[in-house]
């Protein structure tokens, strides 16, 4: 049985540029106009109210270009950010004074000197010279210390045991 229909074809002609109508039944796919919302057909991005001139929507490659531009500039300014809220914190050099066992670990008293020009706090990391490789470190956060100044303070260290015995002091700038 053959169809009594007469296949639909562009203005040109050519059948396989043809527009196919939407069935009776069927609403056209829509979204918002991205600066107004009022509804468009899917294939564009603007109204034409928003559009007047029919100028042609950016490409994808474009929208997502700005935003990896974007993120790249954000980037580079909290990296600028960083490294200016830390310039001239440190180094500081640490000296233990006294250690002490406390409970379940030690209690370690550190002498630490900011040798910056910028005020900073330090964490200074102890570890046995015994067991060097492959020993456990300790780790004590020092107080604000202001620039060329020694501060000398007291930390609570568990993870190198409660036995008191000699102890490497390295601090770094943050």
């Known amino acids: 049985m053959s169809s009594s229909r007469a296949p639909v074809t562009s203005p040109a ?21 991205v600066r107004c919302g009022a509804p468009v057909a899917i294939d564009v ?7 007047p001139l029919g100028l042609a929507d950016p490409a ?12 790249a500039i954000a980037v580079i300014l909290m990296a600028v950010a960083g490294r200016l809220a830390f310039v001239g914190v440190g180094p500081f050099k640490g000296d233990l004074v006294t250690v002490a066992a406390s409970g379940d670990g030690l209690a370690v008293t550190l002498m630490v000197t900011n040798q910056g020009t910028s005020a900073g706090a ?19 956060q020092s107080p604000r210390i202001d620039a060329g100044q020694t501060v000398t303070f007291t930390s609570q260290v568990t993870q190198l045991g409660g036995t ?8 770094s700038a943050p």
């Open 13 to 33: 002609g050519d059948p396989a540029k043809a527009a196919i109508p939407p069935d009776a039944g069927e609403a056209p796919v829509t979204h918002g106009c």
């Open 45 to 51: 991005a603007l109204c034409d109210e928003c559009n």
């Open 60 to 71: 994808s490659s474009q929208v997502h270009g700005t935003a990896f531009l974007g993120i």
């Open 122 to 140: 330090t964490t200074c990391v102890l570890n046995d010279p015994v067991a060097r490789y492959g020993g456990a470190n300790g780790y004590a």
């Open 164 to 171: 008191p015995r000699l102890l490497d002091v390295q601090c």
